[in-house]
Structures are given as structure tokens and as C-alpha cells.
């Protein structure tokens, strides 16, 4: 069964939303478009806490939000517990999010990268594995104590 992944924005995100879907579905991946469903002004915390939800509630291993500098969406994520969200506006960053931060939702910065790059981030955070090692550690770091 090919993996579910869900993927949110705001009204800032929505085209590359668009195109970044089409790219997950001729990957083959099933793909959840959360919203927004249009390009009316709206709130990115409301599509950044159903994707996380969906990850804090291990129906999901992994999810993409976009906005427009990535800020919003990867706050709100990184509230939910066992969310790490990574703002990357680079390949190189989208490897390093994954290798060694296990980055389980890419955040995309749609007002700040064009679209060849997007697609490569996204290829490049897909296809990234986790390193884990020394890196273990450091990420179970991250959680507060309940
Ligand atoms: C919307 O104008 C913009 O504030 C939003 O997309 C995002 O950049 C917030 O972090």
C-alpha cells in the first residue's frame, strides 16, 4: 500500500501546495491535501495542527506544510509532541533536517524559493534517511518531560 502523506498551507502556499502534490502523487505516494483549498487569506496553524495531529497520533510517519517563510506552519507543528517540523529552503538543509534533526515534517518557505527547488527539497528530504547514532540522543532531547 503506497505510504499516506498529508500536506498543508495557507493561502501563501497554496500553488506550490498544488505543484508539490502532483510531484508526491507521480512519486506514488497517496496523497492527503489537508488544505487550504483555495487562495482566500487564511490561518496556517489551523493546516499545521492537523498534519502534526496526524503524526502525534502515529497515523502518519511524515508530512509537508508550506507557508510563506515557514515560520508559522513549523511553529505550530513543533508544538505536538514527537513533531520535529524543519523549515528548509535548501537541498542541502532538507539532508541535514533529515540525517541528523529525523525531520518528520518538511516545512517549505513558499515566498522563498522558487519551484525547481522546492520539487528538489522535497525529493531530497523523501529520500534521506536518518543517520541515527549520535544523533539519538540528541533528538530525545527535544521532548519536555509530561
Ligand atoms: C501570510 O501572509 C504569511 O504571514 C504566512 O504565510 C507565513 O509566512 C507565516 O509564517
Known amino acids: 500500500m503506497p505510504e499516506r502523506i498529508p500536506i498543508g498551507s495557507d493561502h501563501a502556499g497554496y500553488d506550490m501546495k498544488a505543484m508539490l502534490a502532483d510531484e508526491l502523487r507521480s512519486l506514488g505516494y497517496d496523497v492527503e491535501d489537508v488544505g487550504s483549498h483555495s487562495l482566500l487569506p487564511t490561518d496556517y496553524a489551523d493546516y499545521a495542527h492537523v498534519v502534526a495531529r496526524e503524526i502525534e497520533e502515529g497515523e502518519v510517519t511524515r508530512g509537508v506544510l508550506l507557508c510563506g ?64 547514532g549520535r544523533h539519538v540522543k540528541r533528538i530525545n532531547k527535544i521532548e519536555l518531560p509530561e
Not at 82 to 102: K, M, T, Y
Open 69 to 132: 517563510t515557514g515560520l508559522g506552519m513549523a511553529y505550530a507543528a513543533n508544538r505536538h509532541h514527537g513533531v520535529r517540523a524543519a523549515v528548509a529552503w535548501s537541498p542541502e538543509i532538507a539532508r541535514l533536517a533529515r540525517q541528523h534533526n529525523d525531520a518528520n515534517v518538511l516545512v517549505l518557505p513558499s515566498r522563498c524559493v522558487d519551484e525547481g527547488t522546492a520539487r528538489e527539497i522535497l525529493r531530497t528530504w523523501l529520500n534521506t534517511p536518518f543517520e541515527g
